[in-house]
């Protein structure tokens, strides 16, 4: 998954899309605090330009953490 995943004409058709992603996410058992500590990862600028601030360590290491 990139900055933009897909492009719709639309806001109904937007918030079909963002439905079918999150069921898809789901389906996978997928954990948004280790996606969203990638994402911030990978694109610090992007993501102090519009106000969300890079993790501390400790957030890195418990979104990181074994869940075994």
Same mark, same amino acid.
């Given at each position: 998954?990139?900055?933009?995943?897909?492009?719709?004409?639309?806001?109904?058709?937007?918030?079909?899309?963002?439905?079918?992603?999150?069921?898809?996410?789901?389906?996978?058992?997928?954990?948004?605090?280790v996606?969203? @500590?990638?994402?911030?990862?990978?694109?610090?600028?992007?993501?102090? @330009?519009?106000?969300?601030?890079?993790e @501390?360590?400790?957030?890195?290491?418990?979104?990181?953490?074994?869940?075994?």
């Amino acid at each position: 998954m990139g900055v933009v995943d897909v492009v719709c004409p639309g806001a109904p058709e937007t918030a079909a899309e963002a439905l079918r992603l999150a069921e898809e996410l789901a389906t996978r058992k997928w954990d948004g605090a280790v996606y969203v @500590s990638i994402r911030i990862s990978m694109f610090p600028d992007a993501c102090r @330009s519009v106000g969300i601030v890079e993790e @501390s360590d400790e957030e890195k290491a418990r979104n990181f953490a074994s869940k075994l």
